[in-house]
């Protein structure tokens, strides 16, 4: 449509044009009507299927019609001898294709065609893949014809190993493809699965991917497809549901289990179970949030009396969907708590264990990346991918050099700003932890960090001492209430609004909030379920201002003693 020059229409021609349109739709309604009718009276015969070729030919789009013709041909097969259904299935294949012709991205039109091929008595397979191809050679990126492909390789088996050819065939004629990226990165764990690392391919494999990768995009810097496939490349593994944690407190006798992913726990349910010294134990469990929805942390009481002293030790154990997964822990006399963690420095949780001949190839890339980046430098791809090859090389190695580019990517796509914070949070927040635990802390610092939002809460489970001070936070998220262990919180120096993650937290006993955007006193009701929260610093917030503060601090919070504003 671009160039072409504005012919200006005389009013005849304008209302030539305006009878023609008002004639079709006024055929299109009297049809419609026509159809509703004899679907409303049971007419199911081949009057009808013409009737609603008319339509469909012309508007694919509607479904309705479609569900009519599947009510049509169910009522034709009581009727008709397979030969028959045969012959009136294959006109339907032909009809669905010049509605195809008409709009190539209209789901009706392949969902009915995915319906006809499985009702068809012998449906023939490769005419349909070869229909897959024409279309995507007119628009290779149609996923409504993807996902019909999909759908047409399962049904005649064809192997993952064609399918695999078949995208490297398009790759090569383009780049830019993808869509035959992306279903690279589903045929390749079929075809060469990573025992170790599920839904992951082999390194030998994955080493060939990345130098295919490479090739991409150093062909074309500004094309997205191709460094998008190496992010999925360089990408972590997706993690069988684990138990990371389980803590047991004598005072208030309660118990938690940390999850590696979200999981939900329903009342009466036999998902999580738990035993004492070898018996189970009848146990409610809830979440940290305190909602019925899936969370990392689960929580219970345990029974009155069940941490005596006559013993010298009580062992607990969890099970998780019937063994799946589990954790055991051991709490001894004279003791006031005891937990069983795993390590995320152990666990590669923020990245996967390099080899030597992968830490050389990303090691390689990197370099190349960087002289790429000197050639290109406004190519927000080449910075990120630089900043994952980093990430997966060495994060704390690499940290100051990984900030660097940050600013740079920012000031490159200042559109997008907010996303890179939030991820450049994410990497230091993961740094900070990696950190802690090498130390064998159970205090983390993440002041002065520019911090835009929190991440890996349920890493933090044995966390007593946390200082966020001289960040960019607007908020302590709901799911800081998971740190059941916390006794000190210093967030001064933030933009905070909102305390939702401040709630039902045993162990608080001094939050400084200095600074901030606090402005009404309700902002502060979750602290009131803090129960020896005994210090709180408010200097500097919104709500400061009001004359009756320290009277409307003293209702809301009573059992604080001493509060600064």
Same mark, same amino acid.
């Given at each position: 449509?671009?160039?072409?020059?504005?012919?200006?229409?005389?009013?005849?021609?304008?209302?030539?044009?305006?009878?023609? %349109?008002?004639?079709?739709?006024?055929?299109?309604?009297?049809?419609?009507?026509?159809?509703?009718?004899?679907?409303?009276?049971?007419?199911?015969?081949?009057?009808?299927?013409?009737?609603?070729?008319?339509?469909?030919?012309?508007?694919?789009?509607?479904?309705?019609?479609?569900?009519?013709?599947?009510?049509?041909?169910?009522?034709?097969?009581?009727?008709?001898?397979?030969?028959?259904?045969?012959?009136?299935?294959?006109?339907?294949?032909? &009809?669905?294709?010049?509605?195809?012709?008409? !709009?190539?991205?209209?789901?009706?039109?392949?969902?009915?065609?995915?319906?006809?091929?499985?009702?068809?008595?012998?449906?023939?397979?490769?005419?349909?893949?070869?229909?897959?191809?024409?279309?995507?050679?007119?628009?290779?990126?149609?996923?409504?014809?993807?996902?019909?492909?999909?759908?047409?390789?399962?049904?005649?088996?064809?192997?993952?190993?064609?399918?695999?050819?078949?995208?490297?065939?398009?790759?090569?004629?383009?780049?830019?493809?993808?869509?035959?990226? &992306?279903?690279?990165?589903?045929?390749?764990?079929?075809? &060469?699965?990573?025992?170790?690392?599920?839904?992951?391919?082999?390194?030998?494999?994955?080493?060939?991917?990345?130098?295919?990768?490479?090739?991409?995009?150093?062909?074309?810097?500004?094309?997205?497809?191709?460094?998008?496939?190496? %992010?999925?490349?360089?990408?972590?593994?997706?993690?069988?549901?684990?138990?990371?944690?389980?803590?047991?407190?004598?005072?208030?006798?309660?118990?938690?289990?940390?999850?590696?992913?979200?999981?939900?726990?329903?009342?009466?349910?036999?998902?999580?179970?738990?035993?004492?010294?070898?018996?189970?134990?009848?146990?409610?469990?809830?979440?940290?949030?305190?909602?019925?929805?899936?969370?990392?942390?689960?929580?219970?009481?345990?029974?009155?009396?069940?941490?005596?002293?006559?013993?010298?030790?009580?062992?607990?154990?969890?099970?998780?969907?019937?063994?799946?997964?589990?954790?055991?822990?051991?709490?001894?006399?004279?003791?006031?708590?005891?937990?069983?963690?795993?390590?995320?420095?152990?666990?590669?949780?923020?990245?996967?264990?390099?080899?030597?001949?992968?830490?050389?190839?990303?090691?390689?890339?990197?370099?190349? /990346?960087?002289?790429?980046?000197?050639?290109?430098?406004?190519?927000?791809?080449?910075?990120?991918?630089?900043?994952?090859?980093?990430?997966?090389?060495?994060?704390?190695?690499?940290?100051?050099?990984?900030?660097?580019?940050?600013?740079?990517?920012?000031?490159?796509?200042?559109?997008?700003?907010?996303?890179?914070?939030?991820?450049?949070?994410?990497?230091?927040?993961? !740094?900070?932890?990696?950190?802690?635990?090498?130390?064998?802390?159970?205090?983390?610092?993440?002041? /002065?960090?520019?911090?835009?939002?929190?991440?890996?809460?349920?890493?933090?489970?044995?966390?007593?001492?946390?200082?966020?001070?001289?960040?960019?936070?607007?908020?302590?998220?709901?799911?800081?209430?998971?740190?059941?262990?916390?006794?000190?919180?210093?967030?001064?120096?933030?933009?905070?609004?909102?305390?939702?993650?401040?709630?039902?937290?045993?162990?608080?006993?001094?939050?400084?909030? %200095? !600074?901030? /955007?606090?402005?009404?006193?309700?902002?502060?009701?979750?602290?009131?379920? /803090?129960?020896?929260?005994?210090?709180?610093?408010?200097?500097?917030?919104?709500?400061?201002?009001?004359?009756?503060?320290?009277?409307?601090?003293?209702?809301?919070?009573? &059992?604080?003693?001493?509060?600064?504003?």
């Amino acid at each position: 449509m671009h160039g072409r020059i504005k012919v200006k229409t005389t009013e005849e021609q304008q209302e030539a044009k305006r009878k023609e %349109r008002e004639k079709k739709l006024q055929l299109y309604t009297a049809t419609t009507t026509a159809i509703f009718q004899k679907r409303q009276s049971q007419e199911l015969d081949q009057e009808v299927l013409e009737l609603t070729n008319q339509i469909l030919g012309a508007n694919p789009d509607f479904a309705t019609l479609w569900n009519f013709r599947r009510e049509i041909f169910l009522h034709s097969e009581k009727e008709k001898s397979e030969d028959e259904m045969q012959k009136l299935y294959t006109r339907e294949l032909s &009809h669905l294709e010049s509605c195809l012709r008409v !709009n190539p991205k209209s789901y009706g039109s392949w969902h009915h065609r995915c319906w006809v091929l499985d009702r068809m008595p012998e449906p023939d397979w490769s005419r349909e893949l070869e229909l897959c191809n024409r279309f995507l050679e007119l628009d290779e990126r149609n996923f409504h014809c993807w996902d019909y492909r999909r759908f047409v390789v399962l049904r005649s088996e064809v192997s993952a190993e064609e399918e695999l050819a078949f995208t490297h065939g398009l790759i090569a004629k383009n780049f830019s493809n993808y869509s035959s990226w &992306h279903y690279r990165s589903k045929l390749l764990p079929q075809i &060469h699965p990573d025992p170790q690392r599920q839904g992951r391919v082999t390194e030998e494999v994955l080493l060939k991917e990345l130098e295919l990768a490479q090739n991409a995009f150093f062909t074309d810097p500004s094309d997205q497809s191709a460094w998008l496939y190496h %992010r999925w490349l360089l990408g972590r593994v997706d993690r069988e549901v684990s138990i990371i944690c389980i803590f047991v407190s004598r005072d208030g006798e309660w118990l938690s289990v940390g999850f590696s992913h979200p999981v939900s726990v329903h009342p009466g349910s036999d998902d999580l179970l738990l035993f004492l010294d070898g018996a189970p134990l009848m146990v409610s469990w809830r979440s940290a949030e305190r909602r019925n929805s899936s969370s990392f942390l689960w929580l219970c009481d345990l029974p009155t009396g069940s941490l005596g002293d006559l013993c010298p030790q009580h062992t607990f154990r969890v099970l998780w969907k019937e063994g799946a997964a589990k954790k055991e822990c051991v709490l001894y006399r004279g003791h006031q708590e005891s937990w069983n963690r795993d390590s995320a420095t152990e666990e590669q949780i923020f990245r996967c264990e390099l080899s030597v001949e992968k830490s050389t190839v990303l090691q390689h890339e990197l370099e190349s /990346c960087k002289e790429l980046q000197e050639l290109e430098p406004e190519n927000k791809w080449c910075l990120l991918t630089i900043i994952l090859l980093m990430r997966a090389l060495d994060p704390l190695g690499y940290e100051k050099e990984t900030l660097g580019y940050f600013q740079t990517l920012k000031a490159v796509d200042p559109m997008r700003s907010a996303y890179f914070n939030d991820l450049r949070s994410k990497f230091l927040m993961e !740094n900070c932890i990696l950190k802690m635990e090498y130390a064998e802390s159970r205090v983390i610092v993440l002041s /002065c960090k520019g911090l835009t939002t929190l991440y890996h809460e349920e890493q933090l489970l044995l966390v007593t001492h946390m200082n966020l001070s001289t960040n960019q936070l607007r908020a302590l998220p709901r799911a800081l209430a998971m740190l059941r262990c916390l006794e000190v919180l210093e967030a001064d120096d933030n933009i905070i609004e909102s305390l939702e993650g401040l709630s039902h937290l045993p162990k608080l006993e001094e939050v400084s909030l %200095r !600074n901030n /955007c606090i402005r009404g006193i309700s902002d502060l009701q979750p602290l009131a379920s /803090c129960p020896r929260l005994s210090v709180l610093h408010l200097q500097g917030n919104p709500l400061c201002d009001s004359p009756n503060v320290q009277s409307e601090l003293a209702l809301l919070l009573p &059992h604080v003693p001493d509060i600064i504003t």
